[in-house]
């Protein structure tokens, strides 16, 4: 199995700035890819920024320019730097992560940290 422990986030004003990090561990092979949704209240989960292995990371249209993500593959890491911060990007925020485990593949995520933007 793998586990994901995120952390940061918390209350932070408008224009603000906020750092989310979620660590992968467990019987972990391989992470293929690694990323961040987010959900507001009444909202569906959608995507902000996923990094994959290898290739171009991908952000929502709402996320680009103001957010980037990272990972550190040997510490097996993803981070979102969020900039810019607006009252509409107020959610919780799960880390999602992909990887191979000796006996599957398998879409893994966090409990969610919350993110408040607000004066």
């Known amino acids: 199995q793998v586990q994901l422990v995120e952390s940061g986030g918390g209350l932070v004003q408008p224009g603000g700035s906020v750092r989310l990090s979620c660590v992968a561990s467990?019987?972990?092979?391989?992470?293929?890819?690694m990323g961040w949704y987010r959900q507001a209240p009444g909202k569906e989960r959608e995507l902000v920024a996923t990094?994959?292995?290898?290739?171009?990371?991908r952000y929502a249209d709402s996320a680009k320019g103001r957010f980037t993500i990272s990972r550190d593959n040997g510490k097996n890491t993803v981070t979102l730097q969020m900039n810019r911060l607006k009252p509409e990007d107020t959610a919780i925020y799960y880390c999602?992560?992909?990887?191979?485990?000796?006996?599957?593949?398998?879409?893994?995520w966090g409990q969610g940290t919350q993110v408040t933007v607000s004066s």
């Open positions: 999602n992560v992909g990887a191979s485990t000796k006996t599957a593949l398998g879409d893994y």
């Open positions: 467990g019987s972990i092979i391989s992470i293929h890819f």
């Open positions: 990094i994959p292995s290898a290739g171009n990371t």
